[in-house]
């Protein structure tokens, strides 16, 4: 069974920084491109940040370039978002998700962790 647990998640002040976690497993993760996407309230949930396992490569949102970083422990089979210098407009739910479309012949699944929240007062 494919899971992704989320972990990381909470409330944090402007210019703050958080890392969230995500912890993979009934794939070979090596094989796949993980990320985060993120949803807002009231807007649609949007790519934040990829990394292709195979590779290393990572792409980013230009809203969050400069200011969070991914990466990758394969011997962990977990995927890391270190946000730093967080604004408000940081607030959304995040998910993990193995369905990173980014990079052409990549393989990915059609799997979503369940979300953890993160939020960013003024």
């Known amino acids: 069974e494919v899971q992704l647990v989320e972990s990381g998640g909470g409330l944090v002040q402007a210019g703050g920084s958080l890392r969230l976690s995500c912890a993979a497993s009934?794939?070979?993760?090596?094989?796949?491109?993980i990320g985060w996407f993120r949803q807002a309230p009231g807007k649609e949930r949007e790519r934040v940040s990829c990394?292709?396992?195979?590779?290393?490569?990572?792409t980013y949102a230009d809203s969050v370039k400069g200011r969070f970083t991914i990466s990758s422990d394969n011997a962990k089979n977990t995927v890391y978002l270190q946000m730093n210098s967080l604004k408000p407009e940081d607030t959304a739910v995040y998910y993990c998700t193995a369905s990173c479309t980014y990079w052409p012949g990549v393989n990915t699944l059609d799997a979503w962790g369940q979300g953890t929240l993160v939020t960013v007062s003024s």
């Open positions: 990394i292709n396992n195979s590779d290393g490569s990572t």
């Open positions: 009934g794939f070979t993760f090596h094989d796949y491109a």
